[in-house]
Nanobody, 118 residues
């Protein structure tokens, strides 16, 4: 069974930065696409960024140029570097294994809360 543990969230001022981490176990990480999602209360969870097993990345327009997804296969860890944060980035952030065709592939972890506020 795949387990996903997100960390790195917190309170940051607008314009600030955070780096989120996602440790995955129970899967062959190096062969798995990974993605970061976010959810605001009352809204659907949305895909933010994805990275293929080969390192190809994709982002939603709202975060292009500000967020960077990466992975370290030796550590079974995916990262989301978030710069120039805006209040509208406030959400609970989740990671998951990912397929462009099927989307998120496993059960969700607890997520990590990011709050952007002055």
């Amino acid at each position: 069974q795949v387990q996903l543990v997100e960390s790195g969230g917190g309170l940051v001022q607008p314009g600030g930065s955070l780096r989120l981490s996602c440790v995955a176990s129970g899967t062959i990480f190096s062969m798995s696409g990974m993605a970061w999602y976010r959810q605001v209360p009352g809204k659907l969870r949305e895909l933010v960024a994805s990275i293929s097993s080969r390192g190809s990345t994709d982002y939603i327009n709202a975060v292009k140029g500000r967020f960077t997804i990466s992975r370290d296969n030796a550590k079974n860890t995916a990262y989301l570097q978030m710069d120039s944060l805006k209040p509208e980035d406030t959400a609970v952030y989740y990671c998951n294994t990912y397929s462009p065709i099927r989307g998120a592939l496993n059960s969700w972890g607890k997520g990590t809360l990011v709050t952007v506020s002055s």
